[in-house]
């Protein structure tokens, strides 16, 4: 891979002083001599990223129990897990497959308490060797018994790939808008264009199979984002979720961001200092695959100090490419 220049001040916070608040911390906004209010305008304002949204229908045994299954429905989809709802690590496996995707691991294991950073951000709450440890962190709970998040290795194997009969695919653009005075990123289904007036990310809400059976809103589907970014060391590049249901973050194939289950909106940090293998100025791919599976909500919220650039999309279904 190709070194690239890291510009070590644009990626300095310069802005007049103040605080931030990103994930319910607050980081202290510092000024530079001679820098305009906003020390960072020679960045990007917005960085727009397009995934891949795959609509399924609902199959799973709540949807049937309630009698809104539909025909050709997918057993994750409108699924109850056996241990009940709530926030489930450990169904993929720590490295993606050759085709770039999540690996089956397990039905899960449910998360009792989350860990957390010395900042009170949440992060994996399963230690792994690729990741290091920092001073403050705070370790969470975690079951040991399977939990039934997901129920086989083959129904999840199609939750990212077009699968003629099970799921119908587009391509769906998201904006990541800088917040003034610093090098933040967010996307913010609540604040967003497009989606605030939807109230959630529901991207395809009469659209591909339509809207869920009994529902005004399209509940299950999966969303596939890649993207590529330069590693700079230490100048404090994160990468922050919060939403629901599903979602895996993988950095250079490596899974980084682990908040499976069917649950409310909950957040996860990665600090990618922790990550002991990246190589200064290297490229690298951050690859995101979230789900929304069950009624109620659908919440997607992006907060990240690093410079997303789209990569190439995997293929659509004819009908939408």
Known sequence: MSRVQINRRALTVAAAAGLCVLGGVAYTVTAQSGTTADGLANLPATLTL????????????DARNRGVNESGGHADFEHQPGAGYGHYVGSVADQLDSDLKPVFAGTGFR????????????????????????????????????????????????????????????TVPITLVRQAGTNIYSFNDRNDAVYSA????????????????????????????????AYARNAGQTFTFTGDDDVWVFIDGKLVVDIGGV???????????????????????LKLFFAERHTTQSNVRIDTTINLQPASLPTTTGLYD
Do not use: C
């Open 111 to 170: 998360v009792h308490t989350q860990a957390a950073d010395a900042s009170n951000r949440n992060r994996m709450p399963v230690s792994k060797s690729y990741i290091n440890a920092r001073t403050g962190d705070r370790s969470g709970s975690v079951g040991t018994s399977a939990g039934g998040s997901l129920t086989t290795s083959a129904n999840f194997g199609q939750w990212f790939r077009d699968v003629p009969g099970v799921n119908m695919s587009k």
């Open 263 to 285: 649950h409310s909106a909950i957040s996860q940090t990665i600090e990618l200092d922790r990550l002991n293998w990246l190589q200064d100025g290297q490229r690298y791919s």
């Open 198 to 229: 939807r109230g959630g990310f529901f991207p395809i809400d009469n659209d591909l199979f339509g809207n869920s059976r009994n529902q005004s809103k399209n509940f299950g589907f999966s969303f596939e984002l890649d993207t590529t970014f």
């Open 50 to 61: 397009t995934g891949v949204v795959r609509d399924f229908k609902w199959g799973g045994a």
